[in-house]
């Protein structure tokens, strides 16, 4: 066993997040630190994962990103702090990736969690765009003006005003390429989520 399996088997994520000082609630969540998190978006026990920024990894990770120490230097933080006693000298070098390998390593996990939030959080959405899409159809029908009618209803309005728009979002988002999916989310993520919560009411 290398010199950070030995870590690893003896303090957990869910240790090293707490002992650090971060809150966890009774759902095992907490506010990430690596983000402005207002709201609990990580889920920590034997291994943390922020379903906002897709930060991820185990004691070590966190200690060393929390920290900003490479992870030997994290491992023997750990070792110091819970008083764990191991003898670093008693592992070979062989134990020890070295730290390029292990920025390396590190990078393409968050890449990977990254890319699955991502995923996420544009399948949810496509989800209420389609729904908005398919409620400003109903408002077209349902509230269209008869003739003579010289106000029109405002749910009639938005729908004229909002359906083409709406459309070309569902487009972007499902057959757009990731550039266009990434651009979609970032200017219109927080309209989308205000969309979601405003059609709850005609559920």
């Not at 943390?48 to 994290?74: M, R, T, W």
């Not at 996420?120 to 908005?132: F, G, H, P, T, V």
């Not at 899409?133 to 005003?161: N, Q």
């Amino acid at each position: 066993m290398g010199i950070f399996d030995e870590v690893k088997k003896r303090v957990t994520a869910y240790d090293a997040v707490s002992h650090y000082g971060i809150k966890i609630n009774n759902k095992g969540m907490c506010c990430c630190p690596f983000h402005d998190d207002k709201n609990p978006s990580m889920k920590v026990d034997s291994r943390y994962h922020c379903f906002g920024c897709g930060a991820d990894g185990d004691a070590i990770d966190f200690v060393s990103n929390y920290f900003g120490l490479p992870v030997i230097k994290a491992a023997k933080k750990i070792n110091e702090d819970f008083n764990l006693g191991i003898a670093f000298k008693n592992f070979s070098g062989n134990d020890i990736k070295s730290e390029e390998q292990l920025r390396l390593e590190r990078e393409q996990c968050i890449s990977r969690e990254v890319e699955r939030a991502f995923d996420i959080m544009r399948r949810d959405a496509i989800n209420i765009l389609s729904k908005y899409h398919s409620l400003l159809w109903y408002w077209r029908k349902e509230y269209g003006p008869s003739e003579g009618d010289a106000d029109w209803h405002p749910f009639f309005v938005e729908s004229l005003e909002k359906l083409e728009f709406i459309n070309e979002l569902l487009d972007d988002l499902i057959f757009g390429d990731r550039e266009k999916q990434l651009e979609i989310m970032e200017i219109y993520g927080e309209e989308i989520k205000a969309i979601g919560e405003r059609i709850k009411n005609f559920n």
